[in-house]
């Protein structure tokens, strides 16, 4: 199936800082791509949807300023958690689709864990 | 809120028996998705069901829907303690254009003991 990257996989952060996830496609165009937040035990919550070159579609509660994402290529999405604190410590996933498949036929990266000390 | 609801919530076998999650929503869908998730690491995607199918099998996968009653089972057979891992359905519906989303229900947390 179609592989995607996510990087860093861990990262540790002093309160205050800005850390950025990226999310790539390795062997696909993504045209969507989803960026999801896990806590410990708990499901995935969908954050934002961003297609390539347009500006990330946020749900409701999630604050877009605090949470950047850029799509700016078919092929990456970055997420940007700005200003982190010790409550933005999470598992965020992303997961991208592409032309061609089934609805909803998403491919998910590793994830990847933060953690705001 | 969250559309698929899994039970139960967490399920403790023995090698080789089998293994049921459920899973209702509310809404309608375009397709209902299982996925598995092993602690800590991403989710792999497992079977994808169709709102107009009734059943699926993938080896030892066997996923039913029932629209009626909005609900799906996942049925893992002859279980291995290796399929020890959190199962996720996810339904995916519309979320406008040509953007289809998916929602996560809680999951259900499945240890197979040796």
């Known amino acids: 199936g179609a592989v995607v990257s996510q990087h860093p996989s861990w990262v540790i952060c002093k309160s205050g800082t800005s850390v950025k996830i990226e999310c790539r496609s390795l062997d696909f165009q993504a045209t969507t791509m989803f960026w999801y937040r896990q806590f410990p035990k708990q499901s995935l919550m969908l954050m934002a949807t961003s297609n390539e070159g347009s500006k990330a579609t946020y749900e409701q509660g999630v604050e877009k300023d605090k949470f950047l994402i850029n799509h700016a290529s078919l092929t990456l999405s970055t997420l940007t958690v700005t200003s982190a604190h010790p409550e933005d410590s999470s598992f965020y996933i992303c997961?991208?689709?592409?032309?061609?498949?089934?609805?909803?036929?998403?491919?998910f990266g590793e994830g990847s864990r933060l953690t705001v000390l | 809120s969250q559309q698929g609801e899994e039970d139960p919530q967490a399920l403790s076998i023995q090698e080789g028996e089998n293994a049921t999650m459920n899973c209702s929503y509310k809404t309608s869908i375009n397709n209902l998705q299982w996925y598995r998730q092993n602690s800590g690491r991403g989710l792999v995607h497992l079977i994808l069901i169709r709102s107009n199918e009734r059943e699926k099998h993938s080896g030892r996968l066997r996923v039913t829907l029932d629209t009626s009653k909005k609900s799906s089972s996942l049925l893992i057979t002859a279980s291995r303690a290796a399929d020890t891992a959190s199962y996720f359905c996810a339904t995916c519906n519309s979320g406008g254009g040509s953007n289809y989303k998916l929602t996560f229900g809680k999951g259900t947390l499945l240890t197979v003991n040796p």
């Open positions: 997961s991208a689709s592409g032309q061609g498949g089934s609805p909803g036929e998403l491919f």
